[in-house]
């Protein structure tokens, strides 16, 4: 972007949009911390809360591609509005659950509320933000997942230690109905109708997007020709296994550190949090350099890679090394963290607008079913064998396949059979 062209938006969608998805993660992954005090009073193991993290997701498959196609043609600004209401509903829900079926229906709805959010955000972000600004956009807005989990830890371990879990889950499940308030005062579904940005600001989005739409072939038959599109199946079985080996980790992290820790819930809640700030530090260096260099693929492939190697050696220095341990987790999270951002500034490079969300919310809302089957395969192991390794393994086995399932969207003799090249995009010189 031209610097002498005011910036206003990124003062303002971005941190509005950020702290709704924060609260979006928080409400997501809360019942980690949840777990142990709910398998004392509910009466389930291991497997079984694996099977309470993950049944969030099956709830996305439903919503995410009606979402995302209801925010493509109307207003993505309500969608998330009323969204954030339903959503704060089920979250404090789940606090009433007394028996685990209770608890599975309260999460699946949860699921059903929350799917539509992230396409419809990534709509709205289309009509904000160029394609050579969409990698940093993203990547500050998916800082959420981080900030999240860095407010949850401590946020969620003081709860436990003054109430229980079930106070975990009315406390902040009350929080998206304030910030539904904040979301409808100060977002706009696109710059006509925003009246805080500049005439300048305005022209200079409306005409950057209206260049980039013309290189994208425009989809009269919509959905049915991108499901013939090889880089929609391959950007989701990528996503399918990325996701699998993310959440077998983040849902099963606070119990992770307290294993070689050996801390207490509010020790576990702060130590908890550091993997996420390194998360933060990645999601910045790696958006940035992506979008500086236009090069997208190698952004999204070799960080999960490379964080599965430290995955593994976190878990066998284990409780003998728990300093070494830790910083091992660290680097993992970090590292393999910072695929977000670069990855989601891809499909709106490639799709049409007018297909945008339903494509974005079939891929993320199959892929999201990675979220279920990794908290319940890691659970599984973990009771199985009495330990982390085998689940670590198995994590660190899924991120690789990600790294190497999107490797071939880099090869410049890539055909999709409808679009263009995509490891490259525009700068913005």
């Given at each position: 972007m031209d610097k002498s062209v005011p910036s206003r938006r990124w003062l303002r969608i971005i941190p509005v949009a950020l702290l709704m998805y924060t609260i979006a993660y928080i409400d997501k992954s809360n019942v980690s911390f949840a777990f142990s005090g709910?398998?004392?009073?509910?009466?389930?193991?291991?497997?079984?809360?694996?099977?309470?993290?993950?049944?969030?997701?099956?709830?996305?498959?439903?919503?995410?591609?009606?979402g995302g196609y209801m925010a493509s043609r109307s207003s993505p600004k309500k969608i998330v509005f009323w969204l954030l209401i339903v959503w704060g509903l089920f979250?404090?829900?789940?606090?009433?659950?007394h028996n685990l079926t209770e608890l599975l229906i309260a999460r699946f709805l949860l699921g059903l509320a929350e799917g539509g959010v992230f396409p419809s955000t990534i709509v709205l972000f289309s009509k904000w933000f160029?394609?050579?600004?969409?990698?940093?956009?993203?990547?500050?807005?998916?800082?959420?997942q981080s900030l999240g989990s860095i407010v949850m830890a401590p946020l969620s371990g003081w709860i436990l230690y003054l109430f229980n879990w079930r106070w975990l889950f009315f406390i902040e499940g009350a929080m998206p109905w304030v910030w539904a308030i904040v979301w409808w005062i100060f977002i706009s579904d696109d710059p006509r109708q925003a009246k805080w940005i500049s005439e300048e600001e305005r022209s200079y989005i409306l005409t950057a997007l209206e260049a980039e739409q013309k290189t994208i072939q425009r989809?009269?038959?919509?959905?049915?020709e991108a499901l013939r599109d090889k880089r929609v199946w391959i950007l989701l079985f990528y996503l399918l296994f990325e996701q699998i080996g993310y959440y077998g980790v983040s849902m099963w992290l606070p119990t992770i550190v307290k294993s070689f820790s050996h801390q207490g819930s509010v020790g576990v809640g702060y130590l908890t949090a550091l993997p996420w700030i390194a998360a933060m530090i990645g999601i910045i260096i790696n958006s940035n350099h992506s979008d500086r260099t236009g090069?997208?693929?190698k952004h999204a492939s070799y960080p999960l890679m490379i964080g599965a190697l430290f995955l593994v050696a976190s878990?066998?220095?284990?409780?003998?090394?728990?300093?070494?341990?830790?910083?091992?987790?660290?680097?993992?999270?970090?590292?393999?963290?910072?695929?977000?951002?670069v990855v989601w500034a891809i499909p709106a490079s490639i799709f049409s607008s007018n297909n945008l969300g339903g494509t974005v919310g079939f891929i993320n809302g199959i892929a999201n079913l990675g979220g279920f089957f990794g908290p319940f395969i890691v659970g599984f192991l973990i009771q199985s064998s009495g330990h982390f390794l085998y689940g670590t393994?198995?994590?660190?086995?899924?991120?690789i396949v990600a790294g190497l399932v999107i490797l071939p969207l880099a090869n410049p003799g890539f055909k999709s059979g409808k679009g263009q090249h995509i490891s490259h995009v525009a700068s913005s010189k």
């Open positions: 709910m398998e004392k009073d509910l009466g389930f193991g291991a497997t079984a809360s694996g099977l309470v993290s993950g049944i969030l997701f099956f709830g996305y498959l439903f919503t995410q591609m009606a979250a404090m829900l789940t606090g009433f659950a160029p394609s050579h600004e969409r990698a940093r956009a993203t990547g500050y807005w998916i800082l959420c989809s009269k038959t919509n959905y049915l090069e997208r693929i878990v066998l220095i284990g409780a003998s090394h728990p300093v070494w341990s830790l910083v091992c987790t660290i680097l993992a999270v970090g590292v393999m963290n910072s695929y977000n951002g393994i198995f994590n660190a086995l899924c991120l």
